[in-house]
Structures are given as structure tokens and as C-alpha cells.
């Protein structure tokens, strides 16, 4: 009854806008393909609104697995609840692998939280597609010129700097609490509410330094405004080959948000296969390899099972992390 | 100079003149239809753009952008029935003044004042991008805050009769904007536990409910009555030479605030239509109209939400970085494209720039031509009975909040606060404020606390902030000048019965 509502209000909405709603998400006639999945149009249901990094990648995986594989597949912005509302839907619709989760790293913070309802169990993690690090960034014009510095200064003076970036007990806070286990400081965490923002209170002097993903403030780290005193790469990034690692610099740390997609627990091992021969097309995809290269982002291409690992041991750590900060129980 | 001639070029070529028109046109309905806005607009857009190359896809995002902050404003003034956030405050005095009978006045004030607006934000983007960007530089947690707070001085104006009634709109509003996840402990709040709530309680549903159902329940409810009369005839576009008198300096100064608004992250039309609003209604010789279809009460907040487009596009074109969720959009057009946005663009691609530039004036000169096409069927609508009227707005209503993000939570929150704003206007208080306040409470809550964050607690912050110290004075000034007037008016009139009794002739 309700996905009849639901279809119902879409078709209202398609007609309503008359055209660009109904070309993106309807679907086109599928070419002449082998027996198997998928016999319909697939749903990738993208746990953002339109128009943010995730739905860029979720819209080109769409594209390149019409093109590449011969999938008809419409694209669903289920936005909301910190990811809930995109997991929920594909929880209530059947285990068959006509709707795939596109999502993003937060998942295993939201789970930790409390805010997403599920456990990693109730996933199948199929690819993880992009990832991009958490970098330490501060004016060109500040002293410090190494994370050595950095930590030093922290040390002498604890809470001495205005340290922010996007979201309270998120990803790039996570990567601070890193720091300050691994190099032995203490340090507030000032919160935003957009990456973006924290650009622009960087720029303003608004705080002195920023834990944020390197492309966030790309045009001032190109022109020297900003200089990254170290990225959370296990290697040096082919996107900035003079900013060193964390790694390199003596702290052990190396994490990133990565984007992939994930079906309900319980989806047949065929369907599986064939959901992974299809982003395997994409992913060797000259197309593919050109937006990862535009987007600044890594490929990191884990498949499922070591996918599954990476997400199980990032659960238990931020797990640690979020009870040390007061943000879970 | 190559790079300008280049643009032009494409701006007036026939496939750039076309991108324009059909961007304006989506842009419009889109605008028009509740819950669909500029950013969902573009997002639908995007697709459509990949093979028209960089220059002639901004155009187009600019000029759907551009005429979907007009759109809103239609729907606002014929259907009480605000299309975009940004023309909430269009709404009050529109639909005062279509229930007038000059609906078509109200929509055409509305669209010159939207063209006057954008092609002012477009000048300022234009000659003064480079300055105007360290300005969104100069606004930390504490500047924010003291923002928010004087935008909340404005409750007193929107609040009718009663200042009381107001005030207990506002704080319902400033309460219903800490429900969701803590913006600094990142805990949810008042969320009984349901995960729709999380981003807090959705906007546009409670914009939606509060304007548009309540308006429709009292039609149905009095529905006996007979159909309002035109007294205006229908059809014609231009404003009279005296309306222009009347509206100049409403445009003016809404055109200046929302450029100026736009520019600050986060902060957009939404928030620009009120300011705007507020600053005419303090100037205006004639406040008390305000509410019951003053023209400037349309003018000033419609001239303001255009005017944030071009203000919206400073830090993206001079920083690189997106101010708002509409432009964060046309950053990952750019990329599409294989361009990063920021002041390197002016040298790697300064035809786009200038495209860019060019096209946000051109695109509010478009937005004229092809608003002004559907202005005599717009007008129309108020011809229709209102038991038409009310179907149609229960129907756009249910749609529009479904599209916020496809979720039938959404309605029912929606029809829940058609039914209380049914019920406060029954009992004659404000909705204006509730939604004023809906805006403000999280823009002033959040950077309240990060300002007490970064300081470490020391509430100086806001003083020392020049930012924040100036807002505030500005706030003080707008709280104590009612009270000002109206100790003068009370002595004047003491002087006058003193004269009175003495006999004194003047």
C-alpha cells in the first residue's frame, strides 16, 4: 500500500514537472540481455539529497551502469535521519538486489550513534568506489610548517589553537582524536555545519587550523592560501604529491570517507556476482577513470569482503572514539 | 577582453539565447510549484547539461536559478501559497493584495522588483566580486549570531495587532527549530525518537502547512461567499509611473540587503525577504499597510531574494567556495566539466567567467520577458471560485511537501500544521513569526554556541566581535525606535490636549 503511494506521488511529481523528472528517472527500455539479473530496472537508492558529492558519484555509477552494462537503472534521493531514511528504504523492500545502497562512510558513525537503526550484519557491502582523506590545514602565513609543529605547540599550550572542521564527533573529528592519541595533546573541536564553511572560517581567521578533506578548499591549497601540514593517506596522494602523510611524519594514522554501495543481508550469492561483474565494467571504464580523476577522488575498489573488514574494525574504533567524546554511550 | 567578447558571444548566440529562455521558463514553474526550489531545480537540471558544454550550461543553471527565486513569489501572492522559502515573506502582502482584486498588480510589482533585484545582485557580482568576497571572510560564529538576532527584531513587525501574540508565535518557532540533531554535540533532540526528525523539522512542510493549508480551510469554510472581484483589469505587465514612485527605494534597499545577505555562507533568500522586508516597513511613512497588501511589502523582499543570486555567486566565483546548497550544485556542474571553481578560473577559463558574470544580468532581463508572458494567465487564477482555489492548494500543498524528500512523513507534518495554522488564525495570531523564527532559531542557536566554543566560553566574543558588536547595536536601535515613536506620539498627543485645554491656538 504504501510503495503505491509512493509510486503514486512520484508519478504526480514527474507529471507535475512535466520533463526533467521523468527522463532522469524512468525508465528506458532495457537492451536485449542474457537471462539473469537484472530482468527490471534497478533502483539506486542515494542516501543524499541531489546535487552533493554523493549523488555526483551515485548519478555517474547510474550512467556507466546503463552504458557499461546494459542496466536500466533510475536513480532514488531518499535524503534524511543521517543516512536512516535511505537504509530504511531498502531494509522494507525485498533482498533481491534491485535496490542498492549508495552511501557513504558515516554509516559506521551513524550505527555507533545509535541514529541509524541497523548493524553492519543487516549489509551486504558490495564495493567501496571513492574515498578521499582528512588533511590538517592552516594559513600559509602560520608558523608551523610540519604536523611536528603542530603537535608540539598543542602540547605546550593544550587547547591553545581553534581547531574545527565539518560536523561534531564526525569523520575529520575522528582523524583529530587520532592525532591526539598518537602524537599526546589535547585539543577543542570547533563544529560546521557545511565543509564549506570551514574554508571560509580558516580564510577569516575564524579558527587556526582545520582537519578537512583536501578538495574542500582546492582553489586556496593550488594558490598557497592554505598549506596542508599532512594528509590521512597511507601514501602520498596522486592528487597532491607535495603534501606529506601523516604516516610519513611519524603519527600513525591513515583513514578516509569512502563512497560505495551495499544491498540488504540476505541478497543469493548469483545476484551478488552479477551486481559485481557489472561495477566491475564500470570501474575499468575509461569514463570512470576520468570522473575519479575530476572528482580528486582515490579508488579504493575494495570488494566486499575486505570492505566488510575495513567497516567492522572503523565501527569498533569511532565506537571508542565517540564514548570518549561524550557523543555515544 | 578576449575572453569578454567570447562570452558575449555565446550569451548572444542562438543556442545561448535559448538555454536562457528555456532555463527562465522551467525556472518559473519550478519556482512556483511548493516544495520544488532553485537547488532541486538545478539538481534535475544537471543531467540535461553534460553535452552543452561549460559555458552554456551555467547560463542556463544561472538563468533556472535566477527565475525560480522570482517564481516562488507567484504561487505566494495568487495562492497564499509561498513556492520557495524565499518568498514567505511575498506572501503576506501579495495575497492581501490579490484578495484585493489586484492580483495582477501584485505580480507585476513582484517581477519588476525580482528583475530590478537580480540585475542589481548581477552589477554588484560583476564590478565588485573580489571586495565583496573578503566580506563573507568577516563574518565568524559571533557576526552570525548577531545576524540571526536582528532578523528576530523584525517579529514585532510581522506580528498584526498583537505584539503578545507575536512574541508567543516567535518562541513557538524558536522552539520547534531546537527539535533534530545538537549542531554542537551532534545528539538528537526532541526527535521522539523518529528519524525524519533528525535534520530538524522540515522546513518547507511547516512553510507549506502554516501558509497554504490554513488558507485553503478557511476557503472551504467559507465557501458560501462569493467569488472575489477583479477590479483590475487583466493583462498588463508594466508597473505605472506611480507604483515605480511608490516602489523605488523598497527595491533599492531590498536589492541591496540581499546582495549583501547572499553573500554570507548559509545565509540566502529565506533569510533576505524578512531583513528586507522589515528594513522597508521601518522606513515606510506608511507602516501600518504592511499586511494588508502594501505594494513595498512586495517590492522590498522580492527584490531581495533575487538579488542573493548574484550576491550567492561571489565566494564561488572568488573563493571557490559555495555559499549556498543551490550553488554547491553548480560546483559539481563545474566539475562535470573538468573545472574547479576559484579565482584560478578568471585566467584558465575567463570566457566562463565572464559568461557567468554577463549571463546573471542578462538571465534577470530574460526572467522579465518571460515572466511577463505568464503573467496575464497567472492573474487569472484569482477569477477561479475559491472552492477551486482551495482543492488546487490542498493538491500543490500534498505535493509539494512529498517532494521535499519523497517522504509521507513530510504530509502528514504538513497537514498537522495546516490545521494549527487553521486554528491560530481563527484566534487571530500571526503565522509570519513561527516561520521567521523557524529560520532564525538555528542559524542563531548554532553560532551562539560555536562563538562560546571557540572563545572558551567568554561571552565577550560578541563584543569584541565587530561583526557581532555592530548587529547587535543595529538590533537594539530596531527594538527601542517603536518604543521611541510611540513615547513621541503619546507626548505630542499630551502637548495637543494641553493645548487643547489652554486654548492656545497654534
Not at chain 1, 593550488?222 to 596542508?228: E, R, S, V
Not at chain 2, 575572453?3 to 548566440?13: D, W
Request: aromatic share 8%; net charge neutral; charged share 15%.
Amino acid at each position: 500500500m504504501t510503495i503505491n503511494r509512493r509510486t503514486f506521488g512520484t508519478r504526480m511529481a514527474g507529471a507535475a514537472l512535466g520533463l526533467a523528472l521523468a527522463l532522469s528517472s524512468v525508465a528506458l527500455p532495457a537492451p536485449a540481455m542474457a537471462a539473469g539479473f537484472p530482468e527490471k530496472s534497478v533502483t539506486l537508492v542515494v542516501w543524499a539529497g541531489a546535487g552533493g558529492a554523493l549523488d555526483t558519484y551515485g548519478r555517474k555509477l547510474a550512467e556507466l551502469l546503463e552504458k557499461e552494462s546494459g542496466w536500466s537503472v533510475k536513480v532514488d534521493n531518499r535524503p534524511g535521519g543521517s543516512g536512516a531514511v535511505g537504509v530504511s528504504q531498502i531494509m522494507t523492500q525485498p533482498a533481491d538486489g534491485y535496490n542498492i545502497l549508495v552511501f557513504t562512510g558515516t554509516l559506521t558513525f551513524g550505527i555507533a550513534q545509535g541514529l541509524i537503526p541497523f548493524e553492519l550484519k543487516d549489509f551486504r557491502m558490495l564495493r567501496a568506489m571513492q574515498s578521499e582523506p582528512s588533511s590538517l590545514a592552516v594559513l600559509s602565513d602560520s608558523p608551523f610548517k610540519s604536523v611536528d609543529d603542530f603537535v608540539k605547540y598543542m602540547k605546550e599550550n593544550p587547547s591553545g589553537l581553534k581547531v574545527g572542521g565539518h560536523a561534531p564527533g564526525g569523520f575529520h573529528q575522528y582523524m583529530l582524536y587520532q592525532l591526539m592519541k598518537s602524537g599526546g595533546f589535547e585539543s577543542g573541536w570547533i563544529p560546521h555545519d557545511a565543509s564549506g564553511k570551514v574554508t571560509l572560517a580558516l580564510l577569516g581567521k575564524h579558527i587556526d587550523a582545520a582537519m578537512m578533506t583536501p578538495s574542500t578548499g582546492l582553489a586556496q591549497v593550488k594558490n598557497g592560501d592554505i598549506k596542508l601540514l599532512g594528509v590521512s593517506t597511507d601514501k602520498r596522494s596522486e592528487f597532491l604529491p607535495d603534501v606529506p602523510t601523516f604516516k610519513e611524519q611519524g603519527y600513525d594514522i591513515e583513514g578516509a570517507v569512502w563512497r560505495g554501495i551495499a544491498v540488504k543481508a540476505g541478497t543469493p550469492d548469483d545476484v551478488v556476482t552479477s551486481i559485481q561483474a557489472a561495477v566491475d565494467k564500470v570501474t575499468a571504464s575509461a569514463d570512470w577513470k576520468k570522473f575519479q580523476t575530476e572528482q580528486f577522488q582515490d579508488s579504493p575498489n575494495w570488494n566486499e569482503e575486505e570492505f566488510t573488514k575495513r567497516a567492522e574494525s572503523d565501527l569498533s574504533s569511532q565506537l571508542e572514539f565517540l564514548k570518549a567524546n561524550g557523543y555515544a554511550q | 577582453m578576449d575572453g569578454i567578447l567570447q562570452s558575449l558571444g555565446v550569451i548572444f548566440s542562438f543556442s545561448g539565447l535559448a538555454v536562457l529562455i528555456i532555463g527562465a521558463l522551467l525556472g518559473i514553474v519550478i519556482g512556483a510549484l511548493p516544495g520544488l526550489g532553485p537547488s532541486i531545480g538545478l539538481s534535475l537540471l544537471i543531467p540535461f547539461t553534460y553535452n552543452l558544454g561549460p559555458e552554456l550550461s551555467m547560463l542556463m543553471m544561472i538563468s533556472l536559478y535566477t527565475s525560480a527565486e522570482y517564481g516562488g513569489s507567484i504561487s505566494a501572492i495568487l495562492l497564499s501559497t509561498p513556492g520557495t522559502a524565499a518568498a514567505a515573506a511575498t506572501a503576506i502582502d501579495g495575497y492581501a493584495m490579490a484578495r484585493k482584486g489586484k492580483a495582477n498588480e501584485a505580480i507585476s510589482i513582484s517581477l519588476t522588483a525580482s528583475t530590478v533585484g537580480g540585475v542589481f545582485g548581477g552589477l554588484a557580482l560583476l564590478l565588485l566580486a573580489m571586495p565583496l568576497a573578503s566580506l563573507a571572510l568577516k563574518f565568524g560564529p559571533a557576526g552570525y549570531f548577531a545576524v540571526g538576532v536582528f532578523g528576530l527584531t523584525s517579529v514585532a513587525a510581522l506580528s498584526g495587532g498583537s505584539l503578545v501574540k507575536g512574541l508567543v508565535c516567535a518562541a513557538f518557532g524558536l522552539a520547534l527549530a531546537t527539535i533534530g540533531i545538537d549542531p554542537i554535540a551532534g545528539t538528537p533532540r526532541f526527535t521522539f525518537g523518529l528519524f525524519e526528525l533528525y535534520e530538524g523539522v522540515p522546513f518547507l512542510a511547516a512553510l507549506i502547512g502554516l501558509f497554504a493549508v490554513s488558507e485553503a480551510l478557511v476557503m472551504i469554510e467559507n465557501r458560501v461567499a462569493a467569488a472575489p472581484v477583479i477590479k483590475d483589469k487583466v493583462g498588463h505587465v508594466f508597473m505605472s509611473g506611480a507604483l515605480w514612485k511608490e516602489t523605488w527605494r523598497s527595491m533599492l534597499s531590498g536589492s541591496v540587503i540581499g546582495t549583501l545577505l547572499g553573500i554570507l555562507p548559509g545565509v540566502g533568500g529565506n533569510i533576505a525577504c524578512w531583513v528586507a522586508r522589515d528594513y522597508a516597513r521601518a522606513r515606510d511613512p506608511h507602516p501600518e499597510e504592511y499586511g494588508h497588501g502594501s505594494a513595498n511589502g512586495i517590492a522590498a523582499p522580492e527584490a531581495s531574494n533575487n538579488a542573493t543570486v548574484g550576491g550567492a555567486l561571489v565566494p564561488l566565483l572568488a573563493l571557490g567556495v559555495p555559499g549556498s546548497p543551490t550553488t554547491a550544485i553548480m560546483v559539481g556542474a563545474l566539475i562535470m566539466h573538468g573545472l574547479h571553481p576559484g579565482p584560478q578560473l578568471f585566467t584558465e577559463a575567463p570566457s566562463l567567467v565572464y559568461a557567468i558574470l554577463f549571463g546573471t544580468i542578462i538571465a534577470s532581463l530574460v526572467q522579465y520577458a518571460a515572466g511577463s508572458l505568464f503573467l496575464p494567465l497567472m492573474a487569472r487564477v484569482m477569477r477561479l471560485p475559491d472552492a477551486v482555489i482551495a482543492v488546487g492548494i490542498m493538491a500543490f500543498a500534498v505535493l509539494g511537501a512529498f517532494a521535499i524528500r519523497n517522504l509521507m512523513f513530510d504530509v502528514y507534518l504538513m497537514l498537522g500544521f495546516g490545521v494549527v495554522g487553521y486554528l491560530m488564525k481563527k484566534l487571530r495570531f500571526p503565522v509570519a513569526p513561527i516561520v521567521l523564527a523557524m529560520v532564525l532559531g538555528y542559524l542563531v542557536e548554532s553560532n551562539y554556541r560555536t562563538a562560546l566554543v571557540s572563545s572558551q566560553g567568554d561571552y565577550m566574543i560578541f563584543i569584541t566581535d565587530p561583526v557581532s558588536l555592530l548587529f547587535l547595536v543595529l538590533s537594539l536601535v530596531s527594538l527601542l525606535t517603536p518604543l521611541w515613536r510611540a513615547l513621541q506620539a503619546r507626548r505630542a498627543r499630551r502637548i495637543d490636549v494641553d493645548e487643547a485645554a489652554n486654548g492656545t491656538v497654534r
